[in-house]
């Protein structure tokens, strides 16, 4: 078949479209995750054995920790679903997305001047390097439920789209930590949450281009 031949055939027969629009498969894949995520929470990290009562108290932080977590998540989906569509421009959707991370760091800074800087560090101890391995770790199955989710749209941006699959896995997997978490300090749930959130972004950035290449 020849040039000419290939491009009239194209024409008569156009590349099939997905059957389903792309926002119904990055949130049916975004729900599967979160219940994944939840169950791993639930079986492997176990809920803080008080869930209950911060809950019946009315505790703000960890409120404050759901809050920021679904935000992230709900800020990113409609950022992947636009860099799946090949041709779509993402526009306002990335300012969005980093509202949560801005209100939350402001709220840490408001905390730390009321705490003295030397203080506020000893609510989290070794709960630190836990978080920034166990929410990575939690986001994992996201990662690669999304990824194969999102390839099926074909997205051409490669490193951007892993990127911000990466942010959504991120705070998938930290709404799942949220509910084991035993800290309940904001300064703990801005710094040590945002940190574990970028660094699933940089594993989605870095494997993106592997994970998501359709040729």
């Given at each position: 078949m020849d040039t000419d031949d290939l491009i009239?055939?194209?024409?008569?027969?156009?590349?099939?479209?997905?059957?389903?629009?792309?926002?119904?498969?990055?949130?049916?894949?975004?729900?599967?995750?979160?219940?994944?995520?939840?169950?791993?929470?639930?079986?492997?990290l176990k809920p803080r054995p008080d869930l209950a009562v911060p809950l019946i108290v009315d505790?703000?932080?960890?409120?404050?920790?759901?809050?920021?977590?679904?935000?992230?998540v709900a800020a990113a989906l409609p950022v992947?679903?636009?860099?799946?569509?090949?041709?779509?421009?993402i526009g306002r959707a990335s300012i969005l997305?980093?509202?949560?991370?801005?209100?939350?760091?402001?709220?840490?800074?408001?905390?730390l001047g009321v705490h003295h800087a030397p203080d506020w560090p000893s609510h989290a101890d070794h709960a630190w390097l836990e978080c920034l391995w166990q929410i990575p770790a939690l986001a994992a199955p996201a990662l690669i439920i999304l990824a194969i989710?999102?390839?099926?749209?074909?997205p051409t941006n490669l490193t951007r789209t892993g990127a911000y699959i990466g942010l959504l896995a991120g705070g998938i997997g930290a709404v799942g930590y949220a509910l084991h978490c035993h800290h309940d300090s904001v300064a703990f749930v801005g710094t040590a949450y945002t940190l574990a959130i970028?660094?699933?972004?940089?594993?989605?950035?870095?494997?993106?281009?592997?994970l998501l290449r359709w040729v």
């Open positions: 009239a055939d194209l024409g008569h027969h156009p590349p099939r479209k997905p059957s389903r629009p792309a926002s119904v498969i990055v949130a049916a894949a975004a729900l599967a995750s979160l219940v994944v995520a939840l169950m791993l929470s639930v079986l492997w505790n703000h932080v960890f409120l404050l920790k759901l809050v920021f977590t679904v935000s992230v992947v679903r636009d860099l799946s569509i090949p041709g779509r421009r997305m980093a509202i949560p991370f801005a209100l939350i760091m402001v709220l840490v800074l408001r905390e989710a999102v390839r099926r749209l074909a970028l660094e699933t972004a940089l594993v989605g950035a870095l494997l993106g281009p592997r």
